[in-house]
């Protein structure tokens, strides 16, 4: 009985290992990630949430489950915290320009020449 019960353990073990094998190799496999990368999306995907909280208390607004002062304060909080975001990701995205690539040149009038 307990042999029966120790065979089939076993083979569920290796039926779990033989499935779960591609998984834990396809991420061992993955290029590693880029750390500036991981922060875009971060911030991004933070930023998209801040704006969505930003209509959900506009929606609850109107239709009356938030009071004129709740409302305030949420909104308030909420768009600062949008804001903030949008620096960081305009920050990130800054940051992001290759080092090669020419800046943008700021027209500072005609070019002084020294004449005798």
Do not use: C
């Not at 779990?16 to 750390?35: I, K, N, T, Y």
């Not at 909280?53 to 002062?69: F, K, V, Y």
């Not at 949420?74 to 903030?84: I, N, P, T």
């Amino acid at each position: 009985m307990i042999w029966g019960v120790l065979i089939v353990a076993i083979a569920a073990l290796v039926v779990v290992a033989l499935v779960a094998w591609p998984l834990v190799r396809a991420e061992s496999d993955a290029p590693p990630s880029d750390p500036d990368e991981d922060a875009r999306r971060d911030v991004e995907e933070q930023l998209a949430a801040a704006l969505e909280a930003i209509r959900e208390i506009e929606m609850d607004h109107r239709a009356g489950n938030l009071s004129d002062e709740d409302f305030a304060a949420l909104d308030a909080a909420e768009r600062a915290r949008a804001v903030e975001l949008m620096r960081r990701a305009d920050a990130l995205r800054q940051d992001e320009q290759l080092p090669g690539t020419p800046e943008l040149q700021t027209d500072k009038g005609p070019e002084q020449t020294s004449e005798s």
